[in-house]
Nanobody
Framework: QVRLVESGGGVVQAGGSLRVSCAAS????????MGWFRQAPGKDRESVVR????????YIADSVKGRFTISRDNAKNTVYLQMNSLKPEDTAVYSC????????????????WGQGTQVTVSS
């Protein structure tokens, strides 16, 4: 059974930093690209960042460019989202997802999703 479990969410003041993690099990982690999404109340889910299987290619949404980074440790089956210079508008549930097909010419089609972790940025 595939499981993606996020952790590390919480409450942080504006301007602060937070790192959330996603631990994967039940799949060959190094075969999947990984993405982080977020969804705020009343808003559509937003793709925030993604990283390819080997960790040498990333996508970062314009809304978080220069503040968020994604990394992965294939030995630990874990992907990380480092969030710096947080703003109140970054408040959302952050979820990770696993994808088999993403390449520079092929969009991702996520196969598995985690339950999410709440990140709240206070002003």
């Amino acid at each position: 059974q595939v499981r993606l479990v996020e952790s590390g969410g919480g409450v942080v003041q504006a301007g602060g930093s937070l790192r959330v993690s996603c631990a994967a099990s039940g799949l060959t982690f190094s075969s999947y690209s990984m993405g982080w999404f977020r969804q705020a109340p009343g808003k559509d889910r937003e793709s925030v960042v993604r990283i390819n299987k080997s960790g040498d290619t990333t996508y970062i949404a314009d809304s978080v460019k220069g503040r968020f980074t994604i990394s992965r440790d294939n030995a630990k089956n874990t992907v990380y989202l480092q969030m710096n210079s947080l703003k109140p508008e970054d408040t959302a549930v952050y979820s990770c997802a696993a994808d088999l097909v993403w390449t520079l010419t092929n969009p991702p089609r996520y196969n598995y999703w985690g339950q999410g972790t709440q990140v709240t940025v206070s002003s």
